[in-house]
C-alpha cells in the first residue's frame, strides 16, 4: 500500500537542465532510503542517485558534479536535479524507494515508481 510517483520528465536540447521528483504515499511505512535509477533501451537500470536516513548519498560516476540528489522527508520526496544534460542522459528514469511496512509484520522491501521519460537532444 505504498506508491511512488515521478514527474518532471521531458525534452531538453543538450546542455540543459530538468528537476525530476518523486513523491511516496500510503500510509504506516517508514522509507529507509529513497533514490534514482535510468533505463536506456537495450541496456540494464543502473543507478543514478540515492539518498539515506543517515545522510550518505550514492552516484553514479557518469552524473556526478553534474546532478544533484536531496530529500524532503516531511513531503516523503526525493527529487533529482539534473543540470549539464547530454544526449547519454536520454533514458526511463525510476523512482526506488526501501521501505519498511508498519502495518502488521514489519516487512522491508523495494518500491519502484512507474518511469518517468527524459530525452535530451543534441
Known amino acids: 500500500q505504498v506508491q511512488l510517483v515521478e514527474s518532471g520528465g521531458g525534452l531538453v536540447q543538450a546542455g540543459g537542465s530538468l528537476r525530476l521528483s518523486c513523491a511516496a504515499s500510503?500510509?504506516?511505512?517508514?522509507?529507509?532510503?529513497m533514490g534514482w535509477y535510468r533505463q536506456a533501451p537495450g541496456s540494464k537500470r543502473e543507478l543514478v542517485a540515492r539518498v539515506f536516513n543517515v545522510g550518505s548519498i550514492n552516484y553514479a560516476a557518469s552524473v556526478k558534479g553534474r546532478f544533484t540528489i536531496s530529500r524532503d522527508k516531511a513531503k516523503n520526496t526525493v527529487y533529482l536535479q539534473m543540470n549539464s544534460l547530454e544526449p547519454e542522459d536520454t533514458a526511463v528514469y525510476y523512482c526506488n524507494a526501501d521501505i519498511t511496512r508498519l502495518s502488521g509484520a514489519y516487512y522491508r522491501s523495494d518500491y519502484w515508481g512507474q518511469g518517468t521519460q527524459v530525452t535530451v537532444s543534441s
Open positions: 500510503g500510509s504506516a511505512f517508514v522509507i529507509n532510503a
